[in-house]
């Protein structure tokens, strides 16, 4: 058994605690309903689960995506504040990297970290549908960067506050204020 040392309290004495006692929840994602947004551009027409927030996620998101053939997840991007994961389900999507572009396999697991070193596209170049689950952490505020468009997205969980621009729209910091 192991003891703290003599001297040092083992009570607890910070914040409370909180806990979500709600159920263990599963799904199969074998039965998935995808939702497509018509007013996605083509070459961007993928259907998508949102997995993370029907099983009570706060701190993590995933989504199984069906990408046609020719559709991809979302432009080349990079995140400043979250890791993502991807993992193929059925059949050989492909990914840009900042190394070059890959085919993936079945059950292929694909880390992409935080930074430009993970900047990523996941699209469908074949004649078959193509599933994909990804999955992050979810963190608010965060910044995602678009290298192929030069923008940068600014997430602050309000959508209101939320901003997508072009890195040349930058101002300086005093600009606006006065005095």
């Known amino acids: 058994m192991l003891q703290a040392p003599r001297g040092v309290s ?7 605690t909180t806990w979500d006692d709600g159920p263990v929840r599963r799904v199969n994602i074998a039965a998935a309903a995808f939702v ?11 259907g998508v689960s949102r997995l993370g927030p029907d099983m009570g996620a ?4 995933a989504s199984l995506y069906e990408l046609p053939p ?13 890791e ?5 389900i059925e059949g050989r999507p492909s990914v840009r990297t900042p ?5 993936l396999e ?23 549908t193509v599933r994909v689950l990804i ?15 030069d923008k940068v997205g600014i997430w602050t969980g309000d959508e209101a506050e939320d901003a997508l621009v072009p890195r040349s729209s930058q101002v300086g910091y005093f600009q606006g204020e006065g005095g």
């Open 99 to 103: 190394e070059g572009v890959e085919q």
């Open 70 to 82: 020719g559709q991809a997840v979302c432009p080349y991007h990079y995140e400043y504040g979250e």
């Open 106 to 128: 079945p059950l292929d697991l694909v880390f992409f970290p935080k930074g430009p070193g993970g900047a990523h596209k996941i699209g469908n170049d074949t004649d078959s």
């Open 135 to 149: 999955w992050s952490t979810v963190v608010y505020p965060t910044a995602t960067a678009y290298p192929d468009s």
């Open 58 to 61: 706060r701190d993590t998101g």
């Open 10 to 16: 083992t009570a607890y004495d910070g914040p409370p």
């Open 84 to 88: 993502e994961w991807a993992l193929v």
């Open 36 to 46: 497509y947004d018509p007013a996605d551009p083509e070459t961007y027409r993928s």
